[in-house]
């Protein structure tokens, strides 16, 4: 199932995968998190990322964007306050 979360785009250019995943409740801890992350265990809209530092807005396009960990975890990510739908 998908789960719908909110970000400010105040946040998101400073936000780095793992801590969106954190963020988005995808994992419980940021080292939780950077261990998902470094094992394979996540997409960003479908691309598979493995650095947990990497900056989130390198990946996104848009206002909108969704965060997979494992198959079935999926969280669709709308980024509130987005002027022109740049990061």
């Known amino acids: 199932s998908i789960t ?3 970000f400010s785009s105040q946040n998101v250019s400073r936000v780095t995968i793992a ?12 080292s939780e ?16 990322v493995n650095d947990p530092k990497f900056p989130l807005k390198s ?15 999926i969280v669709k990510i709308k980024i509130a306050g987005l002027r022109n739908n740049v990061i």
Request: hydrophobic share 35%; no cysteine; aromatic share 2%.
């Open 4 to 6: 719908n979360r909110l």
């Open 33 to 48: 998190a950077k261990r998902v992350i470094e094992q394979g265990g996540v997409k960003i809209n479908d691309q598979k």
């Open 19 to 30: 801590q969106a995943l954190l963020r988005s409740g995808l994992a419980s801890s940021l």
């Open 59 to 73: 990946l996104i396009k848009g206002s909108e964007f969704t965060i997979q960990r494992g198959p079935l975890r």
